[in-house]
């Protein structure tokens, strides 16, 4: 019985919930045991594993909780007979009982009667869940725990499985937009600003139910779509940071404050808030470039009238990341978007695309197009402020970005607006946009789930590699394996 001990206690809850017995449960006391219930699994990290498990034992029928120990002494060791949770478990149930103990007791002095699984439990059984979890103490430095393991699950298991993440994280997605979407919603109602007014919404507001005509201004959606654009542009390690400038510097206030042709004005506001320009009071004007000045004058003229969050250079990472994708970059990359959503309808121009054009693959060509930004000015010459490149720079946001910014922001931003809208077909239309997408780029997780899933052959599609994702944050990375279709097909 000594290597039995290795078998977790899961593996034990995931028998006792399929009740898969050699032979009907009896008491190491003698008396039967009928389970009318197993009862509700606990997964929280106190109290015992079942509760309100329904159990004949003997002529009663006892409802209340159950505790699955790997060995008796647990009990005790665990602390289970001094603590008052447990005072309502009706059967305790181990595998390992090597002294034949018929009871355990609780903290107000009950005794409770014991099973011992081991005499009920195929012995084939116990040595494959003990070879798995060999495997997986052998198999520490895989990046899915499963790996050498997912072979025995069917494909088709596995793909549906995957993909049904792939909507379960774009609905998640969707969830968050529209949340965003109801605060915008309560800012423009009470001509709040952010950041630096601080605010708490209402419950009564976040819980009850909006019309499509809460949401019939324009600027709430351009808004949001500017903000979730930015906050894209950001990758990892500047996304909050890119989010926080978008929320601090609003469309109202460049519609209001700056003229519509004058890119300098508009690319003066973000820098300085980002806190990225240079002094260039303090700086030799031989150190200076023509156009850097030129944007300290604008930012003369526009700095008097903005009163919002002024950010720290500091703020921003720029360490390890490879220049093309510097924050300074996406920032006057991402400029291009703020100009199309404000003065080129932008927005219209999406809804209309996604109305007419029939096919799909053309479609997808089409919108990623729309998000690709080609460099220009002086730009094209430089990383950060007054120190020339040395090579041109051909884009602000390419080909890679600009799919990730149609998966990530576009579909789940007019999934929500469509359905607001009530337009149950362009919903449709957006979920198959979804499911038949193909991206040229994969990253590091979605290449080592597929390579441990057996899946490569569906990695570019979106679906299954969003899936992926979801798979290795939400279910691997916490060893949520007994949550898992996958991982419960394996381990059990």
């Known amino acids: 019985m000594r290597k039995f001990r290795e078998i977790s206690e899961n593996e034990l809850q995931n028998i006792w919930i399929k009740q898969s017995f050699l032979s009907p449960l009896i008491t190491q006391s003698g008396d039967g045991v009928s389970v009318l219930d197993v009862g509700n699994h606990n997964k929280d990290a106190s109290g015992p594993d079942f509760k309100n498990s329904r159990i004949r034992i003997g002529n009663l029928v006892y409802v209340g909780d159950v ?4 060995d008796y002494d647990n009990w005790k060791s665990h602390g289970h007979n001094i603590d008052a ?25 009950r005794k409770i009667p014991n099973v011992t699984l081991s005499n ?24 899915l725990r499963c790996s050498s393991l997912s072979e025995s699950v069917e494909l088709r298991d596995k793909k549906s ?24 919603l309560y800012i423009n109602e009470l001509k709040l600003k952010e950041p630096t007014i601080k605010y708490s919404l209402h419950p009564d507001f976040m819980n009850k139910k ?14 949001l779509f500017y903000e979730l654009l930015f906050e894209s ?35 003066a506001l973000f820098f300085n808030v980002a806190g ?42 720029f360490f390890r990341i490879r220049p093309q994708n510097f924050p300074t970059i996406r920032i006057i990359g991402g400029l291009t978007y703020v100009y199309q959503i404000l003065y080129n309808s932008f927005i219209e121009d999406i809804v209309k695309k996604l109305e007419e054009i029939r096919k799909i693959p053309i479609l997808i060509n089409s919108l990623r197009s729309m998000f690709i930004v080609k460099s220009y000015g002086y730009w094209q010459q430089h990383y950060i402020f007054d120190q020339p490149a040395k090579q041109k720079i051909k884009y602000f946001i390419g080909y890679s970005r600009a799919d990730e910014i149609v998966i990530n922001v576009l579909l789940p931003f007019f999934m929500v607006y469509f359905e607001i809208f009530s337009k149950e077909e362009m919903s449709k239309k957006i979920l198959k946009i979804y499911n038949q997408y193909e991206q040229r780029n994969d990253n590091k997780i979605t290449r ?45």
């Open 67 to 70: 505790e699955i120990d790997n």
């Open 210 to 223: 909006f019309s499509a005509s809460d949401f019939k201004k324009k600027i709430l959606w351009q808004q």
């Open 233 to 267: 542009l950001g990758y990892s390690q500047n996304k909050e940071i890119m989010k926080k400038l978008a929320r601090a510097i609003n469309l109202n206030f460049i519609v209001t404050n700056i003229r519509k042709n004058n890119l300098n004005a508009l690319e």
């Open 276 to 317: 990225m320009m240079p002094e260039v009071k303090n700086l030799p004007k031989s150190e200076i470039s023509e156009h850097t000045l030129q944007l300290a004058k604008e930012w003369e003229k526009t700095g008097r009238l903005y009163d919002g969050k002024i950010f720290n250079e500091t703020d921003w990472h």
């Open 161 to 184: 499985f995957v993909a049904k993440l792939g909507i379960e994280r774009l609905n998640k997605k969707c969830e968050k937009i529209y949340q965003r979407l109801k605060e915008l």
């Open 120 to 143: 009920f439990i195929q012995k084939e059984l116990l040595e494959k869940i003990t070879s798995k979890m060999q495997i997986l103490k052998e198999q520490t430095n895989n990046f």
């Open 448 to 492: 080592e789930v597929a390579e441990s899933l057996k899946l490569t052959d569906y990695l570019k599609f979106t679906v299954y590699s969003q899936g992926m994702i979801e798979l290795y944050r939400n279910y691997c990375t916490k060893k949520r394996c007994a949550d898992c279709r996958i991982g419960k097909e394996i381990f059990e």
């Open 85 to 109: 949770k447990y005072n309502k478990v009706i059967l305790h149930v181990c595998l390992i009982n090597k002294r034949n103990y018929q009871y355990v007791y609780t903290k107000d002095g």
